[in-house]
């Protein structure tokens, strides 16, 4: 099946905690399922394929009403101002997802996005707000929860502004995200790196039905924990935070 969006972001990056590029599939990994818009059966150590799509709020909601996956062509993203990003993690490894903001600005593709994978058993999050001409939100936490192997949900988890109380760098917004001026990025003549950063985590069992244990493992850390963990990752997102903390 065809995904209904303009185009692929080719530079979105997936590294796991062993510090691994992981964008093909590996000797351990039996799904094989590779499009986000169909449905996968996974087990520990498969790679798993889900998309995130960038458009404005109202292009995820079918006659203002329904909200649908971006793989439901009655949302024509194809015709509309949208992006696509597509990942294929490790299942319950816990993943750094990184969309390289020097050639993507989010407010211009109308500044949300929704995680979303399958067809018959289509989930997807939620639309999140990332990004306007003011502000851009830089580092999310998104879990993909599962039942036996199959895709159940995924949703966004925040903070409160936590790890940004205080902080004069940061903005919270609506109480719960904390977001950057616009001004302050790179592409737009600041000294700010806003890649995207989105922490990943599993929950759910798979279709052995153990249980996955990672979302377990970073529910507890802080919003910017991971970025710590890839200092030798080149443009990495941490540059931007090490005069912060």
Known sequence: MAIP??????IAVV????????????SSDNNHVF?????????????????????ARTAFFFNNSVQLSPCDRRLSLSSSNSQL???????DEISLLTVNSSSFSPDSY?????????????????????ANSTYIVTSFTLVLE????????LYWKRDGCSSCSGKSNFVCLNNQDCAIRTSSCKNRGG???????IQLAFSGTDKHESVFNSW?????????SLFGLYKNLKDSLTSQYNSFF
């Open 216 to 224: 377990y493992e970073v529910k507890n850390l802080r919003q910017y």
């Open 110 to 130: 109308g500044g949300y996005m929704v995680a979303f994978a399958g067809r018959k058993y289509a989930a997807r999050s939620i639309p999140a707000f990332v």
């Open 15 to 26: 590294v796991t905690l062993s510090t691994k590029l992981y964008l093909v599939e590996s």
């Open 35 to 55: 499009s986000p818009c169909a449905d996968a059966s996974v087990e520990r150590s498969d790679g798993f394929t889900f998309g995130i799509a960038f458009a």
């Open 146 to 153: 599962f039942q036996k192997g199959r895709l159940q949900n």
């Open 191 to 197: 000294n700010v790196d806003c890649s995207l950063g």
């Open 5 to 10: 969006v303009t185009s692929i972001i080719l």
């Open 85 to 91: 990003s597509i990942f294929r993690p490790k299942v």
